[in-house]
């Protein structure tokens, strides 16, 4: 056996495990929710998994139930980062835009992507059922509204996914709409029935269930503090612990720290905010009388959903670069809530909170080797739900030796993002597209 080398020992930022952040969906567990003990001990394993969110989840199920031994490790717990803490849409497609894929790489192959992110909802869909996570609480429906006149172009975009994709999406006009919501801003809108919205921390709690009882260990409370090469494989260190594994797979998103060089080095760290509600079901009703979820088109965009039976919205949007106190960005929540209803002016916030998204120069997810036998997926940005999913299940596919779908990701590799430039860039394109959404909005 080779002598270990070093091979991603830059220090990692590491604090102290914690518990869940104090999100809606956090109480919703029903009490006491225990965290899974940490790593003590050397473990040999086939797969070593470091971060418990949808795509780490998503990796170990896949891999335990084809039969490996996977050991997936946390710092604090699964479902703690974005994957339990996000406004629950889940849907097709990518945090970049079609046209900008297709750019890229082509259209045949975008449009192969599109479809892998089909089939990424319908992973989730297909577990929630499956699995029996019942208290994921799925209900159909999201709609994509516009606050300008978008002419023809939403029903070109309806014909479009059906001839292409075979996906079917419902046009409304501002009459349609009306039956959905009463507000003065929108125009149009495409109903999608596919997609869905859902409770994240409970499908990610019952992710990390379903893949322990298919042999899986998951340890909580157990950051990841070096990667080291041994032979063909590799040994990842924690504060108490050592885990033997030929595979190692980074699942780590926006808390990526200095674990692996070449992924720091690639991301922006990117926050973003949610609140919810007080209950007041009957002026919530005179506002929003869907059950289906409602994101809104802006650039910088709004998303937002009615929770616990209608008597509560969960509202979600804002971007900084930075993690501000989300009290503040509460505020900004909620006159975002008010200019699109203003009959909501006297509903009061309960609890806001932010998370971290993992954001690449590209804006397409980071899926991949850093090197044969360390894989990393990653970068999800805000549409995650669905791209964590289809990314754990091609890493998947290739350790088992199923399938090299991995490879349609490699057009969008591990591209330095720019450092503290980046961030500043990032920063003043949100600023950019918030203005440039004012200017479409006051055209009409
Ligand atoms: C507020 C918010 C709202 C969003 N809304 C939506 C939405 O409605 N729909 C949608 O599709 N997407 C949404 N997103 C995006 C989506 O949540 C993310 O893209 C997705 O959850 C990323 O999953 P992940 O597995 O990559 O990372 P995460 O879920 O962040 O998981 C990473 C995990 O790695 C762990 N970790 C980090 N370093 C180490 C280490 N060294 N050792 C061990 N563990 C480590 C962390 O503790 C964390 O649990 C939202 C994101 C946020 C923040």
């Not at 097709?92 to 479809?115: M, N």
């Not at 950051?223 to 780590?252: C, D, K």
Request: net charge positive.
């Amino acid at each position: 056996m080779n002598a270990p080398a070093p091979m991603a020992s830059a220090p990692h930022t590491r604090t102290a495990p914690q518990d869940y952040a104090d999100v809606w969906y956090r109480r919703q567990i029903p009490a006491p929710a225990p965290a899974r003990p940490a790593l003590r001990g050397t473990i040999d394993t086939d797969i070593c998994i470091i971060g418990g969110g949808l795509a780490g989840l998503t990796a170990a199920h896949e891999l335990a139930r084809a039969g490996r031994r996977v050991v997936l490790v946390d710092q604090h717990r699964v479902g703690w980062g974005a994957s339990g803490r996000n406004g629950g849409f889940v849907s097709p497609g990518y945090a970049q835009g079609f046209d900008k894929i297709a750019a890229r790489v082509g259209e045949p192959a975008a449009i192969e992507l599109h479809k892998m992110s089909i089939e990424g909802m319908e992973i989730v869909a297909g577990n929630i059922r499956d699995l029996g996570i019942t208290e994921a609480h799925p209900q159909p429906g999201i709609f994509g509204m516009v606050r300008y006149d978008a002419g023809k172009a939403l029903a070109q975009r309806r014909d479009w996914l059906l001839r292409t994709f075979g996906y079917e999406v419902e046009h409304l006009d501002r009459a349609g709409l009306s039956r959905h919501v009463t507000s003065p801003v929108y125009h149009q809108a495409l109903h999608d029935a596919n997609a869905f919205h859902f409770d994240p921390l409970a499908y990610a709690r019952g992710l990390a269930r379903a893949a322990e009882s298919l042999g899986a260990q998951v340890f909580e409370a157990t950051p990841a503090t070096t990667i080291e090469r041994e032979g063909a494989g590799r040994i990842v260190r924690t504060p108490e612990g050592r885990i033997n594994a030929q595979h190692v797979v980074v699942t780590t998103g926006g808390y990526t720290t200095g674990l692996v060089p070449a992924m720091a080095r690639a991301f922006l760290p990117i926050a973003t905010y949610v609140m919810v509600t007080r209950a007041d079901p009957d002026l919530i009703a005179r506002a929003i009388h869907t059950t289906s979820a409602i994101g809104d088109d802006r650039r910088a965009g709004d998303y937002y959903r009615l929770v616990e039976g209608g008597k509560r919205i969960l509202w979600g949007g804002k971007i900084t670069t930075r993690t501000t106190e989300p009290r503040h960005l509460g505020r900004l929540l909620h006159r975002t809530m008010t200019s699109t209803y203003p009959q909501l002016a006297g509903l009061e916030i309960e609890m806001v909170w932010s998370g971290l998204m993992s954001y690449a120069r590209h804006l397409m997810p980071q899926i991949g080797q850093v090197e044969p036998g360390l894989w990393h997926a990653t970068a999800f940005g805000g549409h995650g739900m669905n791209t964590t999913t289809i990314g754990g299940r091609v890493i998947a596919e290739a350790i088992l030796g199923q399938s090299e779908r991995w490879r349609r990701f490699t057009p969008f590799g591990l591209d330095w993002t720019g450092g503290l430039i980046g961030m500043a860039a990032v920063q003043l394109t949100y600023w950019k597209l918030q203005a440039e959404d004012y200017w479409r909005e006051r055209k009409g």
